[in-house]
T-cell receptor, first 113, second 110 residues
Framework: NAGVTQTPKFRVLKTGQSMTLLCAQD?????MYWYRQDPGMGLRLIHY???????AKGEVPDGYNVSRLKKQNFLLGLESAAPSQTSVYFC????????????FGNGTRLTVT | QQPVQSPQAVILREGEDAVINCSSS?????VHWYRQKHGEAPVFLMI?????EQKGHEKISASFNEKKQQSSLYLTASQLSYSGTYFC???????????FGQGTTLQVKP
């Protein structure tokens, strides 16, 4: 039972490049989330999903897109990376959202130069 | 809007107690508490739900004042392992959205 797995663990991009972060969970959870963490800012919600085929915007969605084509996977895309997107990205999943604990992945450290 | 946590940082000696507060401007349905060690992912501590239900670890206690839209996490007889950053997350609607505060850094010294 792997829980929540994020790939890659580290990535360096140049400004304007694109990439996709993958989050996979094997707990049959309905809800999945993408957060970014910056020093002093806590965890800020980028996008989330309440089930397969659904996505919704969080607090800081600009510059990111997401897809949830399969229940176990939640993809976060950066179409044209900017230095302001340098951050640690955490994916999380939950059985029933606000009534259940979030299980976090180990994070992806992204640097945009 | 992010919930506000206080204090931002606290330093304790082993065995001392601490309280971390979380306040929201919105009506809350649930409050989550997590602890994060440096370089690691956040780990679940407790959920408090509207109506009084709680889920979490036996050694952690917390309160949820629905009318004031506030929650407090109580850390008693602190141990070195309690060191880390504590986050509260709030759910205020039926959308599944969970918003976190900016965190409270706790350092426990021998």
């Amino acid at each position: 039972n792997a829980g929540v797995t994020q790939t890659p663990k580290f990535r360096v991009l140049k400004t304007g490049q694109s990439m996709t972060l993958l989050c996979a969970q094997d707990m049959n959870h309905e809800y999945m989330y993408w957060y970014r963490q910056d020093p002093g800012m806590g965890l800020r919600l980028i996008h989330y999903s309440v089930g397969e085929g659904t996505t919704a915007k969080g607090e800081v969605p600009d510059g990111y897109n997401v897809s949830r084509l399969k229940k176990q996977n939640f993809l976060l895309g950066l179409e044209s990376a900017a230095p302001s997107q340098t951050s640690v990205y955490f994916c999380a999943s939950s059985y029933t959202g606000r009534r259940s604990p979030l299980h976090f992945g180990n994070g992806t450290r992204l640097t945009v130069t | 809007q992010q919930p506000v946590q206080s204090p931002q940082a606290v330093i304790l000696r082993e065995g001392e107690d601490a309280v971390i507060n979380c306040s929201s401007s919105k009506a809350l349905y649930s409050v989550h508490w997590y602890r994060q060690k440096h370089g690691e992912a956040p780990v679940f501590l407790m959920i408090l739900l509207k109506g009084g239900e709680q889920k979490g670890h036996e050694k952690i206690s917390a309160s949820f004042n629905e009318k004031k839209q506030q929650s407090s996490l109580y850390l008693t007889a602190s141990q070195l392992s309690y060191s880390g950053t504590y986050f509260c997350g709030t759910g205020s609607s039926n959308t599944g959205k969970l918003i976190f505060g900016q965190g409270t850094t706790l350092q426990v010294k021998p």
